[in-house]
């Protein structure tokens, strides 16, 4: 069962939000991966930055694998290097907990880390947004490392903010497991107190669906109300509320990273969104963030309406 004490809720705003340090001029740059790469383009990168005027990257967004290669076991060699050559360049950093994809070692260690999607399916190891945040062994390991990160390169110059995380949502974002049903049964019992209550908000009378049981309650999925994909529900009232369950969970894995970052350093700390993204209220996410990052993709299918703006996008 999970422990009520720390079961997802509406969390509480963030004090007042951290101010990124001053920079030269505007903050331009993006997402910098050189770890995937080999050393010997790394010289190519910086004289590409240069070029184009960038200022800041954002680094170590999907390096977990080589920080924490084990439970007990980290290694910042090549973020170190990452992070010193960007700063030798004269460039600041926005820096990641890693967090953005799970490694392959939790998931042979802690099998439930893993979401259980829509259709009810368990997944094995793989992709990059496979990771159930409900999971105590999944919000133990990212904190920790979240803290790790922090404690090393908080002093560091160059380091002007945190990234947490990576697109929370991605792939539809919620999980269906045990571990999540039994998360938003207490999500419930929080936000209506007695099942009168939610019998009387959810209209449970229809279709027989009365529940004197808060055990009789079960995500809605594939297997429970939903027909034809997420987009058709039998019973609205659960489907929004799983909606809003599954953002507070989201919220409660950042601001449990952003705790463990607090414990080593004042500097503001984000996530990245993605437009107008319908599984997850990023509006909720407001009061959490220091300041909001989001992902621009220009693609040929934008409305027609923005065609000067997505050539400038491209550079074009």
Known sequence: MPDPRTAPRTPAPAPTPAVLPATRGIAFGGDYNPEQWGK????ADHEAFDAARITTLTVGVFIWSLTQPAEDVFDFTVLDEIVQRAADEGRTICLATGT?????????????????DFEGRRHLYGQRHNACWSSPQFRRLAAGIAGRVAERYADNPAV????????????????????????????????YGTLDELNEAWNTTFWSHRFTDWEEIVPPSALSEHWKGRG?????????????????????????ERAAIREHSDLPTTTNFMGFFQPLDYHRWAPHLDFASWDN????????GAPRSRTTSCGA
């Not at 010997?40 to 010289?43: A, C, I, M, N």
């Not at 953005?100 to 979401?115: N, Q």
């Not at 993709?297 to 027609?304: E, L």
């Open 232 to 256: 058709h529900t039998a019973f609205q009232g659960i489907t929004l509320d799983y909606y809003r369950f599954t953002t507070d969970n989201a919220i409660r894995q950042y601001t449990e």
């Open 40 to 43: 010997d383009v790394w010289d």
């Open 100 to 116: 953005g994809a799970l490694s392959p070692w939790i998931a042979r260690a802690h099998p439930e880390v893993t979401r259980v």
């Open 160 to 191: 002007v903010a945190w990234h947490i995380g990576n697109e929370y949502g991605g792939d539809g974002g919620a999980c269906y497991c045990d571990l999540c049903a039994a998360e938003f049964r207490l999500w419930l019992q929080r936000r």
């Open 297 to 304: 993709y220009p693609r040929a299918a934008t409305s027609r």
